[in-house]
């Protein structure tokens, strides 16, 4: 039976779901549960001291700026920072060309707000990202799924697709959410390519591309693409911390200048205070140092996950070897879903997320993605020699 209130939501808010990653959470609440479920930063690496330290330097020298309404488009000195963080050898972008959010997950909900009409075709890969699918689930987006490999998104089979003329084509190339994998420098301009010949736009979501502890960088799609036909995502939350909600998008002017617009419909502008704390603590090259020691701190956590699941994990589960990044991507026999794994894992005190949320066509059910940024060491070693075990007992 329908409550009073549910009878007047609108169309779009009946097609909201809750994430399935959060409601899992609210399973593994138990301090006693070690939790691979998250896409957590180690919290004992946020830096802490120098958040402090700006935060009073903020206070007691730009007070009255830095608690005031500001513009919607972001604090321009951090806009120039961040132009010129992400700037491209082919290009040089201009602090007109970023746009300050509240997190990427804002990021996220302006493009669909912006680009997507109701039955609007959108390319993902198979799976995505689900912060991307949940946002623009609100918007009636369908998706049209491309399958990725150990080397990304599969670019081969891209031209069916295009030909279909989807509204854009959603890629995260580096160290992907949730498999781990990264997108090569072929497949790249192979997929530039294939977009400027059916003239897809591209939205490049890059939340981890400064997480690489292994192997070389690899320029970004953005850096590629000399007809600037892509929107560009990356954020402070992975490299700083998560809690000041601060992220950015480079596009062009006019795209800029549409989700400015979007932006002021919902928030006005991104909190002003968090904008300038973050500026001041990284100008004059913080974010180097920090960084070096997040990517230190990471590869130990996943070579240490890697090198027990090899040792407890059966010899039919096989998973990814990300090269960076927070996340890997472990497939289980055809036939097994993960979901079932899932409670007895709880049992055992671990907890994983079930892949086949990632997957918006509906497949993947025999797969489950693992965190490993933000439990210790010793808490991946124990958790995973835990998994191994209900997993051992699961598919005999």
């Not at 201009?94 to 609007?120: H, M, R, W, Y």
């Not at 419909?265 to 140092?289: C, S």
Request: hydrophobic share 40%; glycine share 6%.
């Amino acid at each position: 039976m329908q409550t009073f209130w549910e009878n007047q939501f609108s169309q779009r808010a009946k097609r909201m779901t809750s994430s399935a990653i959060r409601e899992l959470l609210k399973l593994t609440e138990q301090p006693d549960v070690i939790s691979f479920a998250g896409g957590l930063p180690a919290a004992e690496i946020f830096p802490v001291n120098e958040i402090e330290e700006a935060c009073r330097h903020v206070l007691k020298e730009h007070s009255s700026m830095a608690l005031q309404y500001s513009t919607t488009e972001g604090y321009l000195p951090l806009r120039e920072y961040l132009a010129n963080y992400t700037s491209c050898p082919s290009f040089e972008l201009e602090p007109d060309n970023i746009l300050i959010t509240s997190g990427s997950q804002q990021a996220l909900d302006l493009i669909g707000k912006v680009f997507i009409d109701p039955g609007d075709p959108v390319l993902v890969e198979s799976p995505t990202y689900l912060g991307a699918l949940q946002a623009w689930n609100a918007y009636d987006a369908k998706y049209m799924t491309v399958p990725s490999d150990e080397d990304g998104l599969v670019v081969d089979a891209l031209p069916e697709c295009l030909r279909k003329k989807p509204k854009f084509i959603y890629v995260l190339p580096n160290f992907q959410n949730p498999t781990g994998v990264t997108l090569t420098l072929e497949r790249r301009r192979k997929l530039i390519q294939l977009a400027h010949e059916h003239g897809t736009p591209i939205i490049e979501d890059d939340p981890y591309c400064q997480l690489r502890f292994e192997g070389e960088d690899i320029p970004s799609l953005l850096s590629l693409d000399d007809q600037f036909h892509e929107v560009y995502l990356s954020t402070f939350s992975k490299i700083l911390t998560p809690g000041l909600r601060l992220a950015w998008i480079a596009a062009p002017r006019d795209v800029i200048h549409k989700l400015v617009q979007a932006k002021q419909g919902a928030d006005l502008h991104t909190a002003t205070f968090n904008q300038v704390v973050a500026y001041e603590v990284i100008k004059d090259g913080f974010l180097d140092e920090h960084i070096a020691v997040i990517r230190k701190v990471y590869r130990e956590r996943r070579d240490v996950m890697l090198e027990t699941m090899k040792k407890t994990f059966p010899a039919n589960v096989h998973w990814t070897h990300p090269q960076g990044g927070l996340f890997l991507w472990v497939t289980l026999p055809e036939g097994v879903d993960a979901q079932d794994i899932f409670k007895p894992a709880v049992e055992q005190k671990v907890a994983f997320v079930p892949g086949g949320s990632f997957h918006p066509d509906g497949t993947g059910k025999n797969t489950m993605r693992l965190n490993f940024s933000a439990p210790t060491p010793e808490q991946i070693e124990l958790g995973i020699t835990r998994l191994g075990r209900v997993l051992s007992h699961t598919l005999i």
